[in-house]
């Protein structure tokens, strides 16, 4: 293997306050520690730290898509309300014109009953 061969390794460093998580993304790389920043700082447990550490490698190497962030946007223009009355005025007219209504490609005959006085 060469000195840049791409091979995440993930570790732990023991210090006073815990385990720091530690990485490296090549073959003969250093050893890096994770940002404070993005992760807490010390854990308890040396399989916590690691863990961490595959966690920022992965958010690192695979970054979120802009269009992954984009939160659902209101229905500013009311499409989904006109789509709700068109269908409504398309089976009025499929039931006044035929007697029935298009369901799925068959005709479901519509009794109409009239009230009782």
């Not at 091979?7 to 732990?12: A, I, Q, W």
């Not at 958010?59 to 269009?67: D, G, H, L, S, Y």
């Not at 709700?84 to 109409?112: M, S």
Request: net charge positive; with cysteine.
């Amino acid at each position: 293997m060469s000195k840049r061969d791409f091979l995440p390794d993930y570790s732990s460093i023991s210090t006073a306050c815990g385990y720091r998580p530690m990485y490296k993304l090549f073959v003969g790389a250093n050893w890096r520690v994770v940002p404070q920043s993005k992760v807490p700082g010390f854990f308890p447990t040396a399989s916590q730290a690691i863990n961490a550490a595959k966690e920022y490698v992965r958010a690192r190497i695979n970054p979120t898509i802009r269009a992954e962030q984009t939160s659902v946007i209101a229905d500013a223009l009311g499409v989904a309300e006109w789509r709700q009355e068109r269908a409504g005025r398309a089976a009025r007219d499929q039931e006044d014109v035929l007697g029935a209504i298009v369901v799925k490609g068959r005709q479901v005959i519509v009794e109409r009953r009239r009230a009782r006085a």
